[in-house]
């Protein structure tokens, strides 16, 4: 099995999210100099990135990826669920502005875990503030 460096692959990852919204926050300025009542008050609507890893992940490597990005952001988890389909990770960061409530408690992260059997890989998905792919 392929050895993944975690905190690499998640500055990566969070790195082509801060790159996403870099390029949303520039067009929404361009947008609302142009048009004075464009009607979008958020810094972004939707980001979503997936990352594959060859093989299952440990409970381990699953809970050092999503310490990691939890950590990173600055934020705390207010739900995780454990399916046969996977996890489910929901989360709060203060850093972004965009969020939804789920249970009653803000959220503005939402990390998925896979695994596809038939061709032996894991997924991990990140959105903000919920992954919005197929997965």
Not at 33 to 60: C, Q, R, W
Not at 103 to 119: A, G, H, P
Request: net charge positive; glycine share 6%.
């Amino acid at each position: 099995m392929k050895k993944y460096n975690v905190k690499i692959v998640v500055r990566f990852i969070i790195g082509i999210v801060a790159f996403s919204v870099c390029i949303q926050q520039l067009e929404y300025c361009r947008a609302k100099k142009n048009i004075k009542d464009f009607g979008l008050h958020k810094e972004y609507d939707n980001i979503s990135v997936a990352k594959t890893f060859e093989g299952k992940l440990s409970k381990e490597k699953e809970e050092e990826i999503i310490n990691t990005i939890i950590k990173y952001m600055g934020g705390r988890i207010i739900h995780n669920q454990e399916s046969s389909e996977g996890r489910k990770i929901y989360a709060y960061t203060p850093v972004l502005k965009n969020i939804i409530r789920y249970n009653k408690e803000e959220i503005n992260i939402n990390i998925i875990i896979t695994y596809m059997e038939d061709l032996n890989v894991s997924n991990v998905y990140i959105g903000f503030p919920i992954v919005n792919i197929d997965y």
